[in-house]
């Protein structure tokens, strides 16, 4: 069943890929979609990070002194000033290590 | 004028400082479907036929929650639906390909190599052979990309649970995210995505993953009116 999902998300996939480039017509996207479109980033990855840090692994919302909370803060100031996805994902991390093995 | 291979390597040394995040991206996705308990098998094929990062992890912790398959195929949907974009811009280069070539180029488009071969693109319109160029950025991630998830997955099966390696994916999602931190509409539509998942994530299916982008695309199109 999961095997079948990814083959079907594969080829949607590749449905968003070709068919800008193999229509004839691409302006049938207008100039309004585009731009809303330009916000699919903003607008998805939340869902996935809020979620991620603010709930735990039974479903319930996680207390303020949590590790996760501090791990990602540190993590959005040093991508903030970083602009460096490495850094931002590491000193998340590591942050997130140091709470967890030394408070 | 330049011959196909040199332009090829133009796309390669265009995207080559990609791969500092591309191969720790890749690694992390390997790693957690692993953890997670997936079939390594089917977490490195995802990198073949999916072959979009943000989506596999999604779509792995989608199943892995408890989602429905469909939920978790139409988040991938909504998450990728960006390549309608990319490819809308770069048709205007690739009008002259032949349909095969078109069908064969689509399947290398992905984040960083759009970005770096738009850039080449619009510099040398008028040069023969430029979707070169664009194979270039294209192979050189699709190759990182796969050896990053083959590593990640044996990487995976060594590191050990307490270190909590979960946490890496809202990380990962962060460092996507922090370019647009600068830019005010799109720190509302973070924020409006972001506090829907927590108001609807006891939505039936996970289906909060799909209303909340719903609801911040919405935001989206009325700062766009505000901006005007």
């Known amino acids: ?5 990814v083959i079907v998300a594969g080829i949607l996939t590749y449905i968003t890929r070709m068919t800008m480039i193999t229509l004839v017509d691409r302006r049938v996207l207008g100039a309004k979609l585009r731009q809303v479109l330009g916000y699919v980033p903003s607008a998805v990855f939340p869902a996935i990070i ?3 840090i603010f709930f735990n692994d039974y479903g319930n919302l996680i207390e303020l002194t949590d590790p996760k909370i501090y791990g990602a803060l540190f993590a959005i100031v040093v991508g903030y000033l970083s602009r460096n996805i490495i850094a931002t994902i590491f000193s998340g991390l590591i942050s997130y290590w140091l ?3 030394l408070i | 004028m330049l011959s196909k ?9 265009a995207v080559a400082p990609h791969m500092l995040s591309v191969i720790p991206f890749g690694i992390i996705c390997g790693a957690i479907g692993v953890e997670m308990g997936f079939n390594p098998y089917l977490v490195y094929a995802m990198s073949i036929i999916i072959f979009g990062g943000a989506s596999q ?10 989602a429905s398959s469909f939920i978790a195929v139409a988040s991938v949907g909504i998450i990728n639906s960006r390549h309608l974009l990319y490819g809308a811009v770069l048709s205007e280069y690739l009008e002259k390909l032949t349909l095969l070539k078109k069908l064969i180029i689509s ?10 071969s738009n850039k080449y693109f619009k510099k040398n319109k008028d040069q023969k052979n430029i979707h070169y160029h664009l194979l270039g950025t294209g192979i050189t991630l699709w190759i990182c990309w796969q050896i990053s998830t083959i590593l990640g997955i044996i ?7 307490e270190l909590g390696l979960k946490f890496a994916v809202p990380l990962t999602f962060i460092a996507i995210l922090v370019s647009e931190l600068r830019k005010v509409d799109h720190v509302i539509v973070i924020l409006v995505s972001g506090i829907s998942s927590l108001l609807f994530f006891e939505a039936p299916l996970k289906s909060y993953i799909i209303i909340s982008p719903i609801i911040a695309l919405f935001a989206a199109s009325l700062v766009l009116r505000f901006k005007k």
């Open chain 1, 1 to 5: 069943m999961t095997w079948l999902s």
């Open chain 1, 50 to 52: 809020f979620p991620a």
């Open chain 1, 99 to 101: 709470i967890i093995f």
């Open chain 2, 5 to 13: 291979s040199e332009i090829f390597k133009k796309g390669f040394l």
């Open chain 2, 57 to 66: 992890i999604v779509f792995l912790q989608l199943i892995s929650a408890g």
């Open chain 2, 107 to 116: 399947y290398f488009i992905v984040d960083q190599g759009f970005a770096e």
């Open chain 2, 155 to 161: 990487l995976g099966s060594f590191i050990p649970d």
